[in-house]
């Protein structure tokens, strides 16, 4: 977007939810300003859905790649705040398997398959509802 000698670059990532990361530009002043801003929820939600609803009305002389890339941007959007949800309704488990991961890893009485072995038993005891 630019207004006069200002310009504003957004970049979407679904893979960075629930950054976006910003390109501020003054071109007279040189000044330039990168950051990365927390949107929220509701925003990527807005996104991801504009993106299915702009796929859906586009007629058929539309480049079928714009189309798959926007479904593809819906579809990597709603996995994304699934994801994010999961990891903060069980945040204290995986931190906790972390932290277990960590002290197997430094212990050094164990061989490679031991420790798999017991990293894995750990996992399957989390059962981790969705």
């Known amino acids: 977007m630019e207004v006069g000698?200002?310009?504003?670059?957004?970049?979407?990532?679904?893979a960075s939810?629930?950054?976006?990361?910003?390109?501020?530009?003054a071109q007279g002043d040189n000044n330039t300003v990168e950051t990365e801003v927390r949107f929220p929820r509701e925003f990527w939600?807005?996104?991801?859905?504009?993106?299915?609803?702009?796929?859906?009305s586009m007629?058929?002389?539309?480049s079928q790649n714009v189309v798959s890339?926007?479904?593809?941007?819906?579809?990597s959007i709603l996995l994304e705040i699934a994801a994010e949800d999961k990891r903060l309704?069980?945040?204290?488990?995986?931190?906790?398997l972390v932290d277990f991961v960590f002290e197997i890893n430094n212990r050094t009485d164990l061989d490679k398959v031991r420790k798999g072995q017991l990293i894995h038993d750990r996992a399957c005891e989390l059962k981790l509802q969705p």
């Not at 890339?69 to 579809?75: S, T, V």
């Not at 309704?89 to 906790?96: G, I, M, R, T």
């Open 45 to 56: 939600m807005n996104m991801a859905n504009s993106c299915k609803e702009v796929a859906g």
């Open 5 to 14: 000698s200002r310009s504003v670059k957004l970049k979407l990532e679904p």
């Open 59 to 62: 007629g058929a002389f539309t």
């Open 69 to 75: 890339g926007l479904n593809l941007m819906h579809q």
């Open 89 to 96: 309704k069980h945040q204290a488990a995986y931190e906790s």
């Open 17 to 25: 939810y629930p950054v976006i990361k910003m390109h501020l530009n």
